[in-house]
DNA sequence: CGCTTCGCCTAACATGATTAGGAGAATGCG
DNA sequence: CGCATTCTCCTAATCATGTTAGGCGAAGCG
């Protein structure tokens, strides 16, 4: 059996392939796109066979999954610190920082692009990893909501993302799930500010969900 | 040789058995996802065997080509009509048709979700079948400039659909084409209009394209 | 009636992910 | 130190894709 004793030096060296393994997956999809990377050519770059690989992962989608990982926590970093700065200045600040998040959501279309689940053929997210993304527009929603929607503007830009987001996750998971009602929930904030009819979809949601609370559960 | 009198039979019969498989291929995508339709599925719905297909299709991507452009076509209809009204009528109705494109967009997923074209693994669309789109977002970006900025709020829906399929253009061609640039011009719009500093890629892009038209060509 | 073309078939191939099973090195206990 | 265990990687093979090669029978044309 393995000793307690060296077991960190073991994982450590486990961890240490397993980044190695993911470098080399990303580093190979910014040269041929996510759905471009192939098992065999992710060992080839890491020297091993391409089977070696299912000691470290358990299957290609487990290899995308833990990609999207690292991927959705480092943008969970910066958003939170854009998002920090948002509920705390002024409303030029406000603009600064929607304009980042624009260029998230939009204007940068390479960064999105990787971003982007549904470049994946199959591939279907866990639920761990795409956490953080759901973070991100919960508060995001929060502070719109703080803000006033005299920042309709900026509101615009965050349903954009919101709604790409929604979208690849809605690709994923038709049923809807916490991500869709999130959605319909920015989209009644808005139509509200706007002025317009609430879409079909829309009011049927929030009939339920807001304005006519259902009989209390139990 | 086949004679000039039943050149139009024959091609009859051929256009029915494409149809039919482009039927089949869409009623399974609705099944199982416009990434998991596989060749022998389709084949064994219309009762073929899978290379048979090859007689009507040149490949895999020439279906799925066929079957956007069918889909893209029948979107142009209900947009160009829509689009129509919006040109002629008040802000009532321009506000209905903003609902009806932004329904589009976002919140109708599951349409939105079958048009997108990024679903497909390493699909590539042609021109032709791509034309459509380009003419909607053509016609939608003359049609919001022509109408002023007070509607703003029309103009960000147009944006956040503008957003995505240019999104999911550029997915498939980087280089930055012509649905790049109406996406920049867009973007240059919307920022005008809301106060914003340009984005960097914005500025660049403008600046090159509409205020420093670069030295003339020959 | 004979030739040509068309629409489909079967057989086979290339490449993808994945599984089975083993060999050799590293690790841990006596 | 020496032996058992465990880990990591390997080779070989399987299965499901899209795709190509070549043939066969029927329909159409002269």
Redesign the interface.
Known sequence: MLGEANRDRVSERREATRREILDAAWALAREVGL??ITLRDIARRVGMQAPSLYTHFASKNAIYDAMFAQAWSTYEQVAERDLAELANEARAAV?QV??TF??F??????R??LM?Q?????FEPSAESYAPAVRILERGVAVFGQLGLED??DF?IW??LI??L??QQ??ND?GGDRF?RL?VRA?DMWADA????P????ARESRTARRAPRRAPR
Chains 1, 2 share one sequence.
């Open positions: 759905a471009g603009q929607s304009r624009f260029d959501a939009v204007a940068d279309l390479a999105y692009q982007n549904r470049t994946v053929p199959g309709r503007a615009d349903l954009a709604g790409g929604a979208d809605h690709a038709p869709s959605l989209v706007v002025g317009l009819p879409s079909a979809s829309a």
